[in-house]
């Protein structure tokens, strides 16, 4: 018995995303079933399979039944493409004598005429033009003209083993707007993708897409985010870190404050997780700015992914206080990006991290905050999985990455949205406490894996030379409460009165 394995040939779909759950594209010389409810973005991933077959000087045609010729080349004109000569669009409209009620039979059903000459038409089409590459949209249409089940699984039968002699890669779309749910095509299909389409209580539509089944050939499985842009359909395959390892030995990573990198047991380890968690104020995002400024300033390379705070202030704000991040992104060392919570996925987002990662060779990243992040997915069940997946990939890539999480309330007992802390490798706590008559802030660190950190609570202080760590205070109370107060003597405290 031959053990090897034989790969079908693939036909690439002009879609990376795509073309990377699918393991090459789409198997050559084979139907498949697109399908989703109108508008998912089929007649848009159809086109995009047939430019790049004519990218590879392959002959396509678009047999459409539902839209006028007009009307897709209209569509792929959006998008800014043109349907050059190797593209046949053959539209198949009702010949005329069906619309005539003079020519209506009488003794034959009119689909038996109607579903056989469109087939005809179909045939000497594909004769003519010889395609390798084949789309039909849509199969709602044939399910309609042929009127039962079992001629509509017959005829469709009949295109398949028609297709298989011509050599062609077919594509058949169906819109799912038929009144039953007929799951004919799915065992006659060599692979079958779904679209789906959601609308969140606020915010843009989101889009998803997984594949059903694929006979012969691996895939990626699961949900993937996908868009629907000018240029076409981006699809994000879900990550995977179990298909990403390297060995990368790490690395202490020093803060540029001598006391923060003593608090932290002498610095944090390269390729980790640390997670940054307090109430609102408390510095979350100076700290992560001071980690990545001191990765700027080795010659490393850093991105900064906001979700929070618009850009022009938060590059006013960390100016304000010694850091200058528009000079730091001129340098080409650090690359900052504006999320919008309610325009993304969290596929997308997954990927453009991990673009960044792998295009410019980000050895440190920072994601302010974890509760915009959470906001981009209000309907979603498995944030921390997203983000376990992100991170695992992000540390075996030997990145290392900062997350903040603002936790509800100034005082007393602090709650967060989502308990993330078991994910993170350090986690990083600041507060405020009350000492003589003032607020001040403290920093601790509750846990880091790997390594040895300091069980003190220090002072922490923000000012226009940017953040300083004062020595441990050990005489505070309340702490576990979330209202540390200090008891302890005045000269311990930084800028006493």
């Known amino acids: 018995m031959d053990a090897t394995r034989v790969q079908l040939p693939r036909a690439r779909s002009g879609i990376a995303g795509l073309d990377d759950i699918l393991g090459g594209g789409w198997a050559r010389n084979r139907l498949h079933l697109l399908e989703g ?11 995009q399979f047939l430019l790049a077959g004519a990218q590879e000087g392959e002959t396509g045609i678009y047999i459409s039944l539902a839209e006028t010729e007009d009307e897709l080349r209209a569509g792929a004109r959006s998008h800014g493409w043109t349907l050059d000569d190797s593209i046949e669009v053959f539209e198949l409209v009702p010949p005329e004598s069906v619309l005539d009620p003079d020519q209506h039979q009488s003794l034959l059903y009119s689909s038996d005429l109607e579903l056989g000459e469109a087939i005809t038409r179909v045939f000497e089409a594909i004769e003519r033009l010889k395609p390798q590459r084949i789309v039909i949209d849509s199969l709602s249409e044939i399910r309609l003209l042929a009127q039962s089940s079992l001629r509509y699984r017959r005829q469709i039968l009949a295109l398949k083993h028609y297709f298989a002699k011509h050599n062609s890669t077919v594509i058949m779309l169906d819109d799912l707007t038929g009144e ?68 990368i030995s790490g690395h202490s990573l020093l803060s540029g404050v001598p006391a923060l990198d ?8 390269s390729g980790s997780s640390t997670l940054v968690m307090g109430p609102s104020g408390t510095g979350k995002t100076l700290l992560v700015l001071q980690y990545l400024k001191a990765a700027v300033e080795r010659k490393e390379r850093a991105a900064l992914f906001v979700f929070d705070e618009e850009l022009g202030l938060l590059f006013a704000r960390a100016k304000g206080l010694g850091i200058d991040l528009a000079a730091m992104r001129e340098s080409g060392n650090l690359l900052i990006e504006q999320m919008d919570a ?56 030997g990145a290392t990455t900062f997350l903040t999480l603002a936790q509800s309330g100034m005082v007393g007992e602090m709650k967060s949205p989502v308990d993330l802390t078991y994910l993170a490798d350090s986690v990083i706590m600041l507060r405020y406490f009350e000492a003589l008559g003032r607020v001040r802030r403290a920093i601790s660190v509750v846990k880091k894996r790997g390594g040895a950190h300091e069980d003190t609570i220090r002072e922490f202080k923000i000012d226009s030379t940017g953040l300083s760590v004062g020595e441990p205070l050990h005489q505070f109370q309340g702490v576990l409460r979330g209202v540390p107060t200090f008891v302890g003597r005045n000269e311990t405290l930084m800028d006493r009165p």
């Open 37 to 47: 409810n109108p508008g998912t973005g089929k007649t848009t991933i159809a086109l």
């Open 180 to 247: 039953t749910n007929d799951r004919a095509v799915h065992s006659i299909a060599h692979s079958v993708i779904q679209l789906d389409q959601l609308a969140p209580l606020y915010g843009a539509e989101r889009r998803r897409m997984r594949v059903v089944k694929c006979r012969g050939q691996s895939f990626r499985g699961g949900f993937h985010d996908f868009t629907v842009t000018a240029g076409g359909i981006n699809i994000y395959p879900r990550l995977v870190a179990a298909e990403n390892r390297k060995m």
């Open 262 to 269: 003593a608090l932290v047991g002498g610095g944090l380890q």
């Open 342 to 397: 309610a325009e993304l996925s969290p596929g997308e987002f997954s990927h453009r991290v991990r673009a960044s990662v792998d295009r410019d060779r980000i050895s440190m990243v920072g994601i302010d905050s974890l509760n915009g992040y959470q906001a981009s997915m209000p309907e979603e069940q498995f944030l921390t999985l997203h983000l376990h997946e992100l991170l695992q990939y992000l540390n075996r890539q």
